[in-house]
T-cell receptor
Framework: AQSVTQLDSQVPVFEEAPVELRCNYSSSVSVYLFWYVQYPNQGLQLLLKYLSGSTLVKGINGFEAEFNKSQTSFHLRKPSVHISDTAEYFC???????????FGSGTRLLVRP | NAGVTQTPKFRVLKTGQSMTLLCAQDMNHEYMYWYRQDPGMGLRLIHYSVGEGTTAKGEVPDGYNVSRLKKQNFLLGLESAAPSQTSVYFCASNPGGNYGYTFGSGTRLTVV
């Protein structure tokens, strides 16, 4: 079975500072990896995804993530955050032969002025 | 371009009451899903469907039933609501493959 771990439940950061949100996964088979963002009282929006190819994936709003197979990680980064990035971020994994997304518990990014 | 529409957006039920949540998508997607979101637990898959007329159990199916009589609709039913089913419910759809899932805006359900 697959699982996703987001160790940080909340990450406070000052505006214009860099941020990294951590995601580790467990799977015995190949996986696809996703990051979603959820703004208050809204549904989830896809930030970026890794399916294959380059391990550095760029997404919307200046976010990027790097797939590290040896460390089974898919950490999300942004070099300079804005107040508007305050939201909850979810890492998710999907087995290549399945179309079910398994989510982590989420990380709340709190950007302070 | 509506995407995925969930109705209702809010609902309060008394313990033991029943209700149906409707999810409708206009993208001709084959796959549809129901998730529940609880604080600190992320989203957990309740049931899903891989096409019209099919349904399958996810991680937390107990207490819920689903139906997909039409490709564009995926219904989630609670036959006898319990306080433990207080949650935010999200529907999602996927065309097949791993191109990304489209989520609805959620239904906030409170069972008292």
């Amino acid at each position: 079975a697959q699982s996703v771990t987001q160790l940080d439940s909340q990450v406070p950061v000052f505006e214009e500072a860099p941020v990294e949100l951590r995601c580790n996964y467990s799977s015995s088979v190949s996986v696809y990896l996703f990051w979603y963002v959820q703004y208050p009282n809204q549904g989830l929006q896809l930030l970026l995804k890794y399916l294959s190819g380059s391990t550095l994936v760029k997404g919307i709003n200046g976010f990027e993530a790097e797939f590290n197979k040896s460390q089974t990680s898919f950490h999300l980064r942004k070099p300079s955050v804005h107040i508007s990035d305050t939201a909850e971020y979810f890492c998710a994994v999907s087995v290549t032969s399945s179309y079910k997304l398994i989510f982590g518990s989420g990380t709340r990014l709190l950007v302070r002025p | 371009n509506a995407g995925v529409t969930q109705t209702p957006k809010f609902r309060v039920l008394k313990t033991g009451q029943s209700m149906t949540l409707l999810c409708a998508q206009d993208m001709n997607h084959e796959y549809m899903y129901w998730y529940r979101q609880d604080p600190g637990m992320g989203l957990r898959l309740i049931h899903y469907s891989v096409g019209e007329g099919t349904t399958a159990k996810g991680e937390v199916p107990d207490g819920y039933n689903v139906s997909r009589l039409k490709k564009q609709n995926f219904l989630l039913g609670l036959e006898s609501a319990a306080p433990s089913q207080t949650s935010v419910y999200f529907c999602a759809s996927n065309p097949g493959g791993n191109y990304g899932y489209t989520f609805g805006s959620g239904t906030r359900l409170t069972v008292v």
